[in-house]
């Protein structure tokens, strides 16, 4: 395997035969890398950690390092990364705590650009780019095919629904809706259905267009949550995706944004 001179690499280390580990990277004990992975250079890696296939880490990347929540106290945990990501530079994602299921993961075909912060116990799914310098909470989740913008923070314990885009430098507090395009000028507000993102990704125009109206009627009737969800059901043609708006909102503990 490629492992240049000047890497540190721990014996407890499992580095497949086809990966390539760059100049001044360090790899701790327990930290295994799967085939074509490629660390280019000044990686810094802790385990516990599982890394898959054809991942790319660029300069100064810190990963699986220990969670600066203050109620860690040192039990083991671990991070998961899955496959052909992404990961820019001086990027930093944190292992997972007790409270959290012990664990950070990280799925597949994900973009995560410079500066972008992972928080412990964090859950992103595939297929999404989390911009410049974008800062995920403990406790996080990003589902499929989300957008997180340059700068935006997403508050401890929210959620981004799948087909998602946040715009840049939003402040999230509350779930973000799947499927919608919010941004916060000055507070948070979904401004509708993603439409150009998810007619991009396949989805028919008729589900677009059912998903649009539901959030219409979620962000723009005037009507509270539980009235909002009782038209759509009245009103709105059913789906699959509009059933999957729906019980994301049912399952929200801290609200959504509207």
């Not at 295994?32 to 802790?46: P, Q």
């Not at 789906?239 to 994301?248: M, P, R, S, T």
Request: charged share 20%; hydrophobic share 40%.
């Amino acid at each position: 395997m490629p492992i240049h001179p000047t890497a540190i690499v721990d014996p407890l280390a499992r580095v497949a035969e086809s990966a390539d580990i760059g100049p001044y990277s360090i790899l701790g004990a327990e930290v295994a890398i799967g085939e074509r992975t490629r660390l280019i250079a000044h990686v810094y890696m802790e385990g516990p950690m599982w890394i898959g296939e054809d991942n790319l880490f660029y300069p100064y990347s810190t990963i699986g390092v220990a969670s600066q929540d203050l109620k860690y106290k040192g039990e083991r945990s671990e991070t998961r990364i899955g496959h052909r990501n992404k990961i820019r530079e001086f990027v930093t994602i944190h292992r997972g705590t007790q409270g959290g299921g012990l664990v950070t993961r990280i799925g597949d075909d994900n973009l995560l650009m410079a500066h972008v912060h992972v928080a412990h116990d964090a859950q992103v799914g595939d297929h999404s780019v989390l911009g410049h310098g974008a800062t995920l909470g403990g406790h996080t989740a990003v589902g499929d095919w989300a957008v997180v913008s340059a700068f935006t923070g997403v508050h401890q314990f929210c959620r981004v629904g799948r087909h998602a885009i946040i715009g840049g430098y939003s402040v999230i507090t509350q779930d973000v809706m799947p499927f919608s395009n919010t941004t916060t000028p000055r507070e948070p507000k979904s401004f509708g259905a993603n439409k150009i993102g998810l007619e991009r990704r396949g989805f028919s125009p008729e589900v677009v267009e059912a998903l649009n109206k539901a959030l219409r009627l979620l962000t723009r009737a005037g009507l509270n949550t539980t009235q909002a969800i009782e038209r759509i059901r009245e009103q709105v043609p059913p789906c699959a995706e509009v059933d999957e708006l729906i019980a994301f909102i049912e399952s929200s503990e801290r609200g959504v944004i509207k």
